[in-house]
């Protein structure tokens, strides 16, 4: 079941050339528009089994700093493609472990991000990082440029769990990190968690979310482990025999969500929690919470635009990515060409049908009086089976996900998806 962070999803996306990224960054960006960009670091030192990403271990410096210069280079590719625009509102690094980079690398990068783009006053910049190659330079340099938030990924603070997906990490050590960060002024943290991860149990679960309750987490993401060893081969390091099944993912997501709500979060679309205070809160109770490639955000720019290989990015006209491997990808910045694979144009539909499922998945209720009357019979057709289970209500010219239902609201989001078949909306496929 598709996650939502864009539609249509990228399993629509096909084949895009240059020329039309081109008319869409020309034609998509007006004088005064905010924009977003991702900057996509396709490296760690190790790999964790668990890991989905895309991203390839390395310990070479020069394919590093290979990639770094092909990085500016886009840059100065992309700011060459663009119009008059307002300058950048959210900046997110990710990966991969953009830290590898290196103190004198990222300075570079964010000097060529500033001086070719320009950050709007009170711009978010924010970055992934691995509590265990995050050193005091790094922390000190992402300080000095500006970084306001930081992400770290923590999965589960059990010895016996992380031996078994392969990413050793002492509390003492995120803690360690975490204290860094504040002290050296980074004013928000972000830590994800994972839940049904091998050998994992309710107690695991729960004893890693008092633990990031207890370090202070202004957000917190609770994802669910996808097991895709077919497309993730260092997944098959995992012991498949010992994940745990539907119910036990089921209640340790609860569990979870038990744990941050007495600790005093607020429960934020499919598995976030933010403090009250936080932006992120506050934007969801004016109803005003977004979701892009990189999850729930408070990001409303027009414009996002992926930089690096597999970097996603969304504009007006539709969607972009980048080519995946960073060797194709650098060649192609060297011949002075924006590196993009894969894409999808917007037809209005996608443009409705995209707005729906938003909505639904960060208020789970939407107003029906966003779906064009023609196409609101198909749709809530589609629902029937999902409101007699008892998983959404629909009247009053609403849809309104239960209490119940929040567990699956990628299946009633899936109601307004005209690409996914029948076939695959099956709710406990959404778990």
Sequence with gaps: MPRYTSYPTAAQFGPLDEATLRGWLREGVRPGMP??????????????????????????????????????????????A????????????GG????????????????????RFGLRAGAEVAIELDPRTLDEPMVETLASLGFTRASLGVQDISPEVQARIGRIQPAEMVTVAAERLRAAGLGGLNIDLMYGLPGQTVAHVEASARFVSWLGADRVAVFGYAHVDWMKPHQKAIDAAALPGVEERMEQAEAAEAVLAAAGYVALGLDHFARPEDPLARA?????????????TTDDAPALIGLGPSA?????????????????????????????????????????????IERLMCDFALDL?????????????RMEPLVEQGLVRVGDGR????????????????????????????????V
């Design 35 to 80: 924009l977003s960009l991702y900057l996509h670091v396709p490296f760690c030192r190790e790999m964790c089994w668990y890991c989905a990403c895309h991203t390839k271990a390395t310990r070479s410096e020069a394919r590093v700093a290979t990639f770094a210069d092909a990085l500016e280079a886009e840059a100065a590719l992309l700011a060459a």
């Design 82 to 93: 663009l119009p008059g625009h307002g300058g950048v509102s959210h900046l997110h690094f």
């Design 96 to 115: 991969g472990t953009p830290s590898i980079l290196g103190p004198a690398r990222m300075r570079s990068v964010m000097a060529s991000l500033r001086s």
């Design 284 to 296: 969801a109770a004016a109803g005003g919470l977004r979701r892009n490639f990189q999850g729930y």
């Design 312 to 356: 996603i990015g969304t504009l007006p006209g539709g969607h972009a990515q980048n080519l995946l491997d960073e060797r194709a990808y650098a060649a192609a910045v060297a011949e002075g060409r924006l590196p993009v694979a894969r894409g999808v144009a917007l037809t209005e539909e996608d443009r409705w049908r995209g707005r729906a």
């Design 369 to 381: 009086g966003l779906v064009p009357p023609g196409a609101l019979p198909a749709a809530l057709e």
């Design 399 to 430: 849809v309104e996900v239960t209490s119940m239902g929040r567990r699956f609201v990628r299946q009633v989001a899936a109601c307004f998806d005209a690409y996914l078949a029948p076939a695959a909306r099956r709710h406990s496929s959404a």
